[in-house]
């Protein structure tokens, strides 16, 4: 488990699943071959044969008032079609209470899109039934988001829908919010369309310190090497591409403390220009004291 300060918020990072290769059904041009050049990826984000190393995790921003848990991840209990990913038996929820927040005391969910890995504990299973997990906690959609899997158009990274988004908002439970959304002083939501309509990354402030987290506008550093490597999820690629420079140019080479939502540990660093026009993670700089790993 991660934790970071940012000023006066803290987050911390609970891991859900952690995967060595298998992974190139999310990034196909990510051969080994084409991945082991970019040496900077080991040995963090890929293993010494060039198989990608990736994460599901969820990150929780404790501002002090607030507990907000950004991306529910896969969920237990789910039929899923992506063999890894069905039926988990996870004890997500317990380390998630070790780590001091019980379902209770989280007050929002915020899915920076719907997809299956970023929903699935939105609900748990209870006696046959899909039951709100954080019982006390206002769920917020973007409100583009919501309309595009609502009406139907949406792909099989959706199959969550019906278990884990639909129900929440059938209770009242959810919110629909505009893509630049302020949540509360220290967090905003930041629109990075492409990998689905109403994508949103979030943007933390705190005492002239930032963070961001990118959600899937990127989903592994080795996006950061080669721009043109769409994930097979991206519904809209080239918009996806457009995305990803245009955040990567605002973030590079600036104090911001980046966190990817399926970086493998220690999922947080630094976007660094490289001299071709591309970019790296570095995910050795300290920031003083607000980057600390545990
Ligand atoms: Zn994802």
Known sequence: MNVWQIGNVKVT??????????????????APDKVLPIKWLYPHFMNEKGKLIMSVHALVIDTGERRIIVDTCIGNDKEREIAG??????????????????????????????????VGWN??????????????????????????????????????YEDSVKPIFDLGLADLVDCNEQICDEVSLVPTPGHTPGHVSVRISSEGKEAFITGDALHHPCQMARLDWAASADADPEQARQTRRDMLSSLADSDTLVFGTHFATPSAGHVVSDSDGTFRLEVSRQSGDDFSVK
Not at 24 to 30: K, M, Q, S, Y
Not at 90 to 118: K, N, R, S
Request: glycine share 8%; with cysteine.
């Open 13 to 30: 990072r609970v891991v859900e699943i952690e995967m060595v290769g298998g992974t190139r059904f999310i990034l196909p041009d990510a």
């Open 85 to 118: 990913w069905n039926n988990l038996q996870t004890t997500f929820l317990d380390d998630l209470e070790a780590a001091g927040y019980a379902p209770a005391d989280i007050d929002t969910v915020l899915c920076t899109h719907l997809h299956v890995d970023h």
């Open 123 to 160: 609900t748990r299973l209870v006696d046959g039934k899909w039951v709100p997990t954080f019982p006390n906690a206002r769920y917020l959609y973007a409100k583009s988001e919501w309309d595009h899997w609502a009406s139907g158009d949406g792909d099989k990274y959706g199959e969550a």
